[in-house]
C-alpha cells in the first residue's frame, strides 16, 4: 500500500470497516453484509458444509437465485433445459436444508444475481457483498464492495459469514469528457480495458470517477463496474452520490423511515478524501470516443467501430485469435455479416438497456438470416419493459422475446450459436466457445446490437439513425 497519511480512499474506509482479522498467511478476514448464490456453485458448496457437519451462520443474509443453467423459454420448468435440471434441484433443496431465500424458477422476482440483488435493494451503499461469479463487481454501482469467490470460498463465507482475501492495491479511473451520441457505459468499459489491457487492473481494487461516471445514471454505472473483472481488478465501485440514493429508496430491502434517514447520513460521508493516495491513478479523456465493437477473442481486443483491426506483427496470440475469428490483419469491421445477435445478461439486460435497444429496432425488421433474441436481466425487468411496450416493440422486429437467465452470455442454459456463426453480443466475454463451440463473439453495447439484427452486419449505429 502506498502512504496516505491518514487520509483514506472510499475503499480503505469500507474495508477498514468490516475487517475482523488478519491470518497468518497474510490475508485479512473481511465479514461480507450479504452473500448470493447461484446454481452452478451453491449446491457443491452445500455438499461441502454437509460433510463437515456445518450450518450456514446467517441464513437471513444468504440468498440464492437459479440463473445460470434455468432455460429461457416461455413455460420453462426443471426439465425445460435437460442440463440444468440436476442444477437447480440441487440448489432448491440447498435453499430449504439450510433455510435461506430462494428465488426460483417460476419466482416474480427471479433473475441474474447481479440484477435482482441492487433492484431488491440488498446492496447498499459502504457494504460488502460475496458471490460465487467473477462479475460480482456489477453492483459496486451503489458504493459497495462485491468479491466474487470459489466454491472451496463460498463454504467458508456460508458456514462463517466472513471472506478471507489478500488486501487489494487502489486503482482510481478518472473519465473526463462527455460521451457522445450512442456511446454507452459499455463503449466506455471496452475501451478502459482495450486501453490498460486485460490485466491492467490485476489485484487492484477500483474506483470509477469523474465527471462521465457522474453523469451515468446507475444501470449505466453497473455496466461499468460489470466489467472490472475483464482487466484483471478484484473489485469495481462508484463512490455513491444522490443519483444512487434516488435509486435505491423505496426498495424492497432499503431501509425505511428514520433507518433510511440514518442511512442517509452515513452514505453521504462515503467517499475518498481529497487528499487520499491511489496506488495507480488514471486520466481518460472520452469525448472522441466511438462506439466499441470487439475483434478478438477477449474484451481488451477491441476498437472504434470505423476502426480497422491491427495488425499482428507475428505476434502468435494476436494471429491465434484473429484466425479463430476469421478476420484478417488491418480489416475493417464495419459491415462485417452478422449470423446472431444476442441483447441482455448482467452487463445489459436492465430496462435502459432495453429502451437504448428498442430505439433503433422501432419501425425496423431483423434483417433475413439473422437470428435475434433478447433475454432481460430479471422477471422484474421483463415485466417493466411489457409494460412499456418493449416487448412489442422486438417481437414485431422479429426478434425473439425469453424469459430471465444468463442465457446466452455463457450458453450454459443451452442458449448457444452454432459453430462458425458470428454473433453480435452484449455480454461481457468473447472467449473462444464462450457462446458456443467454433462461435465467434463481437462485444458492444445494446444500440449497437440492436443496428446489426436490423441491418445483418456490424453498423455503426450513429449512421443508422442518420439515415
Known sequence: MAEISGKKTLFEKIWDAHFVAE??????????????VHELHGPKAFEKLRKAGRRVRRPDLTFAVQDHTIATRRGRDDTTNPEGTPFLRAQRAGAVEFGFRIFDVDDPEQGISHVIGPELGMVLPGATHCVPDSHAATVGALGALSFGCGTTELEHVLAT????????????????????RHVTAKDVALHIIGTLGVSGANGHAV?????????MGIEARMT???????????????????????WLEGRPFAPIGEDWARALETWRMLRSDEDAVFDADIVIDCSDLAPQVTWGTNPGQVTGVGGLVPATQGDEALDKALGYMD??????????????????????GRIPDLEEAAAIVRGRKVAQGVIAMISPGSTIVKREAEALGLDRVFIEAGFEWAESACSMCAGGNGDRGRPGERVVSTTNRNFEGRQGPGVRTHLVSPAMAAAAAVTGVITDVRKLEEA
Request: aromatic share 6%; proline share 5%.
Open 224 to 246: 461499468l463496474c460489470n466489467l472490472t473483472v475483464e482487466m484483471g481488478g478484484r473489485t469495481g465501485f462508484v463512490a455513491p452520490d444522490e443519483t444512487a440514493f434516488a
Open 207 to 215: 474506483e470509477y470517477a469523474g465527471p462521465v461516471v457522474e453523469a
Open 161 to 180: 459469514q466472513v471472506l478471507a482475501m489478500k488486501r487489494p492495491k487502489t486503482m482510481r479511473i478518472r473519465l473526463e469528457g462527455r460521451l457522445g
Open 23 to 36: 491470518r497468518l498467511d497474510g490475508r485479512e478476514i473481511i465479514y461480507m453484509d450479504r452473500t448470493m
Open 327 to 348: 478476420i484478417s490483419p488491418g480489416a475493417r469491421l464495419e459491415g462485417l455479416k452478422v449470423d446472431r445477435v444476442f441483447i441482455g445478461s448482467c452487463t445489459n
